[in-house]
């Protein structure tokens, strides 16, 4: 799987939109870019995957550049609850055997959520 | 989506025993995962147990260590073996469903 390079840390005020950024330069044509999210003490929680339209959901909204060399997972109003690990993973959905639903995790970005 | 939980959720063990930790699915589902996330770090994926054949193992993970079973298509149990205090992580399993995969809670080991 290509890899990912995330931001260490971001902060964002409540209310406000969180941006978070993700590249993947050496993404390949099958891959799709996945965002998952890990509260503290929790397991991690999906929130999104898209190929390279734009995709939105009840959660967040993945913004993916023309190129496929980037992503952004927009939270329009974040909470508090919403501090937590965020990563940003590719996966190819076509890839067979072994590989197939194996998902890499990297460092990921910890978003802090102030009031 | 699928609604996982696991038995223990957390336990502290002796070195050199062993622990079996089990994973519950509320839905029938064809691939189950293990992953190692040990402390401050981010996951790894151990295997991939799918239900009427073998585990499938990562690198660096061997099915003497982490022994899995794979009875049915709602349960797996994955076993820590002789466990050292290198193996206290938090242990989960996920399950993929419509190319979404969903998690457990885990279940924090502590080896003393």
């Known amino acids: 799987d290509a890899k990912t390079t995330q931001p260490t840390s971001m902060d964002c005020a409540e209310g406000r939109a969180a941006n978070l950024p993700c590249n993947h330069s050496?993404?390949?044509?099958?891959?799709?870019v996945y965002w998952y999210r890990q509260i503290h003490s929790q397991g991690p929680q999906y929130i999104i995957h898209?190929?390279?339209n734009n995709e939105t959901n009840e959660m967040a909204s993945l913004i993916i550049t023309e190129d496929r060399k980037s992503s952004t997972l927009i939270l329009p109003h974040a909470t508090l609850r919403d501090t937590a690990v965020y990563y940003c993973?590719?996966?190819?959905?076509?890839?067979?055997?072994?590989?197939?639903?194996?998902?890499?995790f990297g460092q990921g970005t910890i978003l802090t959520v102030h009031p | 989506s699928a609604v996982i939980s696991q038995k223990p959720s957390r336990d502290i063990c002796q070195r050199g025993t062993s622990l079996t930790i089990q994973c519950q699915v509320d839905s029938q589902v064809t691939m189950m995962f293990w992953y190692r996330q040990q402390p401050g770090q981010s996951l790894t994926l151990i295997a991939t147990?799918?239900?009427?054949?073998?585990?499938?193992?990562e690198s660096g993970f061997v099915i003497d260590k982490f022994p899995i079973s794979r009875p049915n298509l709602t349960f797996s149990t994955l076993t820590v073996s002789n466990m050292s205090p290198e193996d206290s992580s938090i242990y989960l399993c996920s399950v993929e469903t419509d190319y979404e995969q969903y998690f457990g809670p885990g279940t924090r080991l502590t080896v003393t």
């Open positions: 993973i590719v996966r190819d959905l076509n890839a067979g055997g072994t590989s197939y639903g194996k998902l890499t």
């Open positions: 050496t993404i390949s044509g099958n891959e799709y």
């Open positions: 147990a799918n239900q009427g054949s073998e585990a499938t193992y």
């Open positions: 898209g190929l390279k």
